[in-house]
């Protein structure tokens, strides 16, 4: 009997080299979005995944920041979401194909459901600055708007349509320099139902 020889392909990251040439340009743009970086096949499973997980309430009010939102705090234990951590291997080899950012290893993720009915999702903030060189986010379900900001009270500079299947790439400290991480709010979802998404960070504070 023939047998025909497996080829090495990735299962969920549909648009591994639009991904490289991502990583490639976030040091000078702060954000860079990636449409359909996932099938709806891929969307579907990582969904099926989380949906019935234990997501705890964030707070309303952080500081000076807004948000309307729940999380399920995954951090490196991924043996239950098996789809989640395969996802967060194929990203890692496609972003550390851009040189700097081989020392990229994603050691913490989170999913977070941002809720139906809500105009905000997140005002302008800063990502944690002990997440490392970039900071990945994937939306499995929903759609909502992402905007950088030049400062946390300043209009929107720029903003992206966010759909399932969608990439975001946010550049992290280390990466151009000290601290360059970029203002950034998330529109609350657009439609009826929550947005998923799922966050993968290096965080700098955790031993190996």
Not at 35 to 50: F, G
Not at 84 to 105: F, G, N, S, T, Y
Not at 128 to 155: K, M, Q
């Amino acid at each position: 009997m023939k047998v025909t020889p497996t080829v090495n392909q990735t299962t969920l990251l549909a648009a591994p080299e639009e991904v490289a040439a991502a990583a490639r340009r976030v040091a000078a743009e702060g954000i860079v979005c990636v449409p359909d970086a996932l099938s709806p096949e891929a969307c579907a499973h990582l969904l099926r995944e989380v949906e019935a997980a234990p997501f705890v309430p964030e707070p309303e009010t952080t500081g000076p920041v807004q948000q309307r939102l729940d999380t399920l705090e995954l951090g490196d234990e991924l043996a239950s979401y098996p789809a989640i951590r395969e996802l967060r291997d194929e990203l890692a080899a496609a972003v550390q194909r851009h040189a700097p950012l081989r020392a990229w290893k994603p050691n913490d993720a989170s999913v977070l459901r941002y809720r139906p009915g809500e105009t905000i999702g997140i005002t302008p903030h800063l990502d944690g600055r002990r997440y490392g060189l970039v900071v990945a986010v994937v939306t499995i379900a929903g759609r909502a708007r992402v905007s950088r900001h030049e400062t946390r009270e300043g209009p929107p500079v720029q903003t992206w349509p966010i759909e399932p299947g969608t990439l975001m790439l946010v550049r992290g400290p280390g990466l151009t320099g000290p601290d360059e991480r970029p203002f950034h709010s998330v529109s609350g979802p657009i439609g009826d139902g929550p947005r998923y998404s799922i966050g993968y960070r290096l965080d700098t504070t955790r031993t190996s």
